[in-house]
């Protein structure tokens, strides 16, 4: 049976929703009501993060769910089964970065809640239990340990180490979900939790390019950062022979375009979504005047094949030890949070999804995802799927961040079907 | 007859100057008494600039010079010649840049009077008057209109136009110097005025790299800024495929390592004194995770040729804007101040400053300028020469500019020995 969805009432939500943390609070209902310099402020622990809280909750209970809090405030919205075994999540986030938009993250609870409430109205037979997952802390705009619940659920923290984290106004974790009421009392075990799903807007402008409405998450790629310092000498640009300088930007340009190179070389040998950039390149003190004395360069290397990655990272660490000697500048670096692991999501929901999309009628393409989520943590230990829904753009992190209500709709009925053919798996 | 020089008064009177603005205030001797976080700040105006007008005007008194200050605060110590005809100057500057040395400008007007002092103390009988200046406003730390007091003295500004110039507070010459007392009332025409002098440190790492105690300025450099913004698209590093940017960053790059190249290009083909400087670059927003939108880049080009000068200005523009076409980026620039063309000085000053060298045997070797002088307008109206003395490692406008006292009293030696000689000129 191909479901039919209520886009109103989820739109309705997504727009009430997005009132939370947005200054002045109004109703975004379309890309021409953007303010490009006014988007969602909704940190961990702030008060629009228990608004938007507080909002998913009632709306949990509404349909009839039965609502959990863990330790560290993931929240559970639990539709029993049949069993009460292979029980299957869906869910993300509703924290945001500082002034983002309206629909990373709580677009995945959202749907979520809205497939689940679909499939109760219309009698479904679920086998298995269903949980409406909100993930605490995804965003590392106020505790920098970023996907802090998804972290705490797999055991990658401990649940006491996550409730002493701090966040950037030193406060731990415990304390700001005691303030926000969202310190529950257990700790959530996975023996239990057979699928993961999580429908999220892209980020990325490849869905938006080729008019496609769901992309099929196959990998969660590969991250490192590299950052490095390169110091050569500050002097007087006209007084100062050009023989006789240790010019640090010329050195530290070689970087960019070596990275660069080294990310289209790959992609050129296995296609592939190899990405390598340059992000942040500072040259201090910074007047025209005066020769660089110190660049501060901060490298970006991604890639889901983990051979590529360590290329990436090794080729780039090597071409900065080398300005040394080239230039006689001195070069330190550091990878702040070492090598995060490319992370393979389930072939058997990968699979799932789309032939759920097949019988629901909505395009798909199958793809990575180039930014990070709590799935690639839950992915480690239960077998996860993730939907991919438009950006346009691209935009994300922003407040032009949008997505058309047709894309939503679309995607939302491949979550709806999907969830209702991994219910029904004995 | 060959000058018997004072150094110790010299010393004495250098010291007791470069405490004023200097926090905490206290004498700095030598090298090893230097603070590379504390250096003196006595932008003109300030309360640190009065006290050292003040004591240079005391001595030049003590020393029976005639002080005269002009409507925009230039100083002039005369002492009176056989004939009131063809005067002479020296002198240079006592305001500074933030947190500086205590020799930039200050060397000039006090070795100026030691000069002037020790003709009078030997009875030299001087054909011509000599005038010790100091310049008003030569750094751009105060009034952003550098060179202030010689721009006004060869009309390149009115008077009215240099007494309503606002300081970064926002406040107007006029009131600056009347606040401190050096509003004076009178226009100084340069009529009568034939030759001028200033003694500077290099600023610039040459004569203490060769060892050469002193450098016969033939030229000051011509000298232009490009600056130019560099704009792409600001875009995840994650999910953006690397044939979907436009990435700022990598189109400004190039820029940086091509007016390298035409610099050196330049200096392989004709010597010279050819310099191309990136010194800002700045890309933005500056996350590691995010394709850079934008860079800020500016650019400084100097040569005393002129046709050097152009084509390294235009190569620049003409590479900037030819990274619209290659990378889709746009490229806006300015040129704030146009360009500020080369001044050669006077054949007939080097050649005396050269002769004097030889008969107090001082080492010298003759050089260009790659920084800015007071110089460089008074050239445009007075036969004009510039004596330099090494700066240790080049360093110069920041706490750890220094010169050794022995390459001060050489360069006095020379100063004072081509006063000699051009005041007996009839």
Redesign the interface.
């Known amino acids: 049976m191909v479901i039919k969805m209520s886009l109103e009432r989820l739109k309705k939500e997504m727009v009430e929703m997005g009132e939370f943390g947005r200054d002045p609070q109004r109703k975004v209902e379309s890309y021409s009501d953007l303010d490009p310099e006014k988007g969602v402020t909704r940190p961990c622990g702030t008060d629009a993060n228990k608004k938007a809280r507080d909002y998913v909750v009632a709306h949990m209970e509404e349909a009839g769910l039965k609502v959990k809090v863990d330790k560290v405030g993931n929240i559970f919205g639990r539709l029993e089964g049949k069993t009460d075994k292979g029980v299957i999540w869906a869910g993300s986030h509703v924290d945001s970065v500082l002034n983002g938009g309206q629909f990373d993250g709580t677009l995945g609870v959202m749907t979520a809640l809205e497939a689940t409430r679909r499939l109760i109205e219309e009698d479904h037979e679920n086998y298995r239990p269903i949980e409406v997952v909100v993930y605490t802390g995804e965003e590392g705009s106020s505790f920098p340990l970023a996907l802090l619940g998804s972290s705490t659920l797999i055991g990658k923290v401990t649940y006491d180490q996550a409730l002493a984290a701090k966040n950037r106004d030193g406060e731990i974790l415990e304390d700001t979900l005691e303030k926000i009421g969202y310190k529950g009392d257990f700790e959530r075990k996975l023996d239990d939790v057979e699928y993961s799903l999580e429908l999220h807007v ?5 869905l938006d ?1 080729e008019h496609i409405p769901v992309g099929i998450v196959e990998n969660i ?1 590969g ?1 490192a ?1 590299i ?1 490095a310092t390169i110091e050569g000498e500050e ?10 300088r240790k ?1 640090a ?2 050195a530290a ?1 070689e970087i ?2 070596l990275v ?1 190179k080294n ?2 070389d790959l ?1 050129d040998k296995y296609g592939g ?11 201090l003190p ?7 004395g110190k ?1 501060e360069v ?3 290397v ?1 890639d889901v094949v983990e051979e590529n990655l360590t290329f990436m990272i090794d080729e780039a660490k090597k071409a900065l030890k080398n300005l040394e000697k080239k230039y006689g500048v001195s070069v330190s670096l550091e990878m702040p949070f070492g090598v995060h692991k490319a992370a393979p999501l389930s072939t058997e929901v990968v699979d799932t999804i789309e032939l759920s999309a097949q019988e629901v009628k909505v395009t798909a393409k199958r793809m990575n ?4 989520h709590d799935s690639q943590n839950i992915a480690e230990k239960i077998k996860t799927g993730m939907i991919f829904v438009p950006s346009i753009k ?1 935009i ?2 922003a407040p032009m961040e949008w997505t058309e209500w047709e894309d939503i709709e679309k995607g939302t009925k491949v979550l709806t079907q999907t969830l209702k053919n991994l219910s029904m798996k004995k």
């Open positions: 892209e980020q990325g402008p490849v390019a790629t991250l950062w950052l002097n007087h640009a006209g007084t100062t022979p050009m023989k006789m010019d930007l010329l340009t960019v375009s660069n990310a289209l992609l979504s190899t990405v390598g950039t340059v992000g942040r390149f500072n040259a910074g007047a025209p005047n005066i020769v660089p660049v901060g490298i970006d991604r995802s180039g930014a990070g691209g994300s992190h």
